[in-house]
T-cell receptor, first 114, second 113 residues
C-alpha cells in the first residue's frame, strides 16, 4: 500500500450506532488530520495530530472522538451521530516542518447517517 | 483572518479549450503558502502545486500553469487544451498557523467532449 488509505470507503449507520473510521499513512509522516466535506460547506478541518499529540480540535462535537495510537494510524470514533453529520470524511498526513510540508489526502469515507 | 475565495462555483468548457480557475486569498501573514488540489469523482484530493509567498514566478507543468500575483492576492490556475479527464473539483488552499489549511469553496470544472 502506498500513500494514505482509508477504510471503509462507504458507511451507512443509524443514529444510535457506534462505528469507527480508520486512516493509515505509508509516507513516513508525523502529522495526521481529519477533515469533513459536506455538500454545502467548504472543507472543514476537524482534528490535527502532531507526533501523536492532538494539537487542534476545531470545535468539533463530542460525538466525534479521534484517536492516534501512532504516527501512521488515525481513527475517528463515531457515536450517536445526527443526519447532518452525513458527509465525506477525509484523512490527510504531512511532515510537520516549518516550511516544506504538504498534506496528502486519502480517498475518504462517505458516511450516511439515517 | 485567513480566507480563500473561489468565485467560480462551476465552469463548463468543451474539450481543447483553455480554462482559468480563479483564487483570491486574504492573510495578514508575510510568509504563507498556497496550494491547489484536484478532487476527481473518486473523492481523493490530489496535490497539484505548492507556492510560497516569496516566489512569484509563474510555474508551468505540462498543460497546467499557475499565475501568482501578490499585488492582487491571487493565485490563478490555467489548464491549456482541456481534456475530459480534467473534469473534477479544484480547490485552492492557504496554509496558516503551522500546518493548517483553509480551503476555498472549490470550482467544479466540467470538460465536455
Amino acid at each position: 500500500e502506498t500513500g494514505v488509505t482509508q477504510t471503509p470507503r462507504h458507511l451507512v449507520m443509524g443514529m444510535t450506532n457506534k462505528k469507527s473510521l480508520k486512516c493509515e499513512q505509508h509516507l513516513g509522516h508525523n502529522a495526521m488530520y481529519w477533515y469533513k466535506q459536506s455538500a454545502k460547506k467548504p472543507l472543514e478541518l476537524m482534528f490535527v495530530y502532531n507526533f501523536k499529540e492532538q494539537t487542534e480540535n476545531n470545535s468539533v462535537p463530542s460525538r466525534f472522538s479521534p484517536e492516534c495510537p501512532n504516527s501512521s494510524h488515525l481513527f475517528l470514533h463515531l457515536h450517536t451521530l445526527q443526519p447532518e453529520d452525513s458527509a465525506l470524511y477525509l484523512c490527510a498526513s504531512s511532515q510537520w516542518t516549518d516550511s516544506t510540508d504538504t498534506q496528502y489526502f486519502g480517498p475518504g469515507t462517505r458516511l450516511t447517517v439515517l | 483572518a485567513q480566507k480563500v475565495t473561489q468565485a467560480q462555483t462551476e465552469i463548463s468548457v468543451v474539450e481543447k479549450e483553455d480554462v482559468t480557475l480563479d483564487c483570491v486569498y486574504e492573510t495578514r501573514d508575510t510568509t504563507y503558502y498556497l496550494f491547489w488540489y484536484k478532487q476527481p469523482p473518486s473523492g481523493e484530493l490530489v496535490f497539484l502545486i505548492r507556492r510560497n509567498s516569496f516566489d512569484e514566478q509563474n510555474e508551468i507543468s505540462g498543460r497546467y500553469s499557475w499565475n501568482f500575483q501578490k499585488s492582487t492576492s491571487s493565485f490563478n490556475f490555467t489548464i491549456t487544451a482541456s481534456q475530459v479527464v480534467d473534469s473534477a473539483v479544484y480547490f485552492c488552499a492557504l496554509r496558516y498557523a503551522g500546518n493548517m489549511l483553509t480551503f476555498g469553496g472549490g470550482t467544479r470544472l466540467m470538460v465536455k467532449p
